[in-house]
T-cell receptor, first 113, second 114 residues
Framework: DTEVTQTPKHLVMGMTNKKSLKCEQH?????MYWYKQKAKKPPELMFV???????INESVPSRFSPECPNSSLLNLHLHALQPEDSALYLC????????????FGQGTRLTVV | KNQVEQSPQSLIILEGKNCTLQ??????????LRWYKQDTGRGPVSLTI?????NTKSNGRYTATLDADTKQSSLHITASQLSDSASYIC?????????????FGRGTSLIVHP
């Protein structure tokens, strides 16, 4: 299994809603990442988890809250988002943090209304 | 200034033709350089990965080259197909704060016309 699975594929939420994005991999990877990608722009790193501990937080607003319940799962909890947060949210994993090949999920297309 | 620069920004070619995409990076040391293909609205898919000691790596019709001295990489696509239409992203793992952080180029948008 060389897949990173993200759910849901599409999400529309209001600015007062609370929702969660989920990411799962069963490759035994110990580093997992959240990226945000706006149209026609490269992915921007948000968070890095290494061995289930938050390793990097790229000054992301607190309305985004990551969680890594175990080595296979990575969640991104969303609360009180703004319309400008609408984007493609990508999850990735790699055997170790940073220096090896990352496998990406297909992303969650988020629209905040 | 972005540490990973890609050119051209966009490229249109006819089906069956070859093309070469460029990636220049300005910071070292780096761990590896990767090329990804990203279809619109989908996650990136890895094409090649090279360490600083490798000069070339092929994956089917895709061939990547790396010159660590000049800090340049290229992705050559042979006999292009309509399905090659996508964004091609160069990613360099750069050392930052004790960790290797993937740093993305802005990508080259390739359109293959029949």
């Amino acid at each position: 299994d060389t897949e990173v699975t993200q759910t849901p594929k599409h999400l529309v939420m209001g600015m007062t809603n609370k929702k969660s994005l989920k990411c799962e991999q069963h490759m035994g990877h110990r580093a997992m990442y959240w990226y945000k990608q706006k149209a026609k722009k490269p992915p921007e790193l948000m968070f890095v988890y290494s061995y289930e501990k938050l390793s990097i937080n790229e000054s992301v607003p607190s309305r985004f809250s990551p969680e890594c319940p175990n080595s296979s799962l990575l969640n991104l909890h969303l609360h009180a988002l703004q319309p400008e947060d609408s984007a493609l949210y990508l999850c990735a994993s790699s055997p170790k943090e940073g220096n090896t090949e990352a496998f990406f999920g297909q992303g969650t297309r988020l629209t905040v209304v | 200034k972005n540490q990973v620069e890609q050119s051209p920004q966009s490229l249109i070619i006819l089906e069956g033709k070859n093309c070469t995409l460029q990636c220049n990076y300005t910071v070292s040391p780096f761990s590896n350089l990767r090329w990804y293909k990203q279809d619109t609205g989908r996650g990136p898919v890895s094409l090649t990965i090279m360490t600083f000691s490798e000069n070339t790596k092929s994956n089917g019709r895709y061939t990547a080259t790396l010159d660590a001295d000049t800090k340049q990489s290229s992705l050559h696509i042979t006999a292009s197909q309509l399905s090659d239409s996508a964004s091609y992203i160069c990613v360099v793992s750069l050392l930052s704060g004790g960790s290797y952080i993937p740093t993305f180029g802005r990508g080259t948008s390739l359109i293959v016309h029949p």
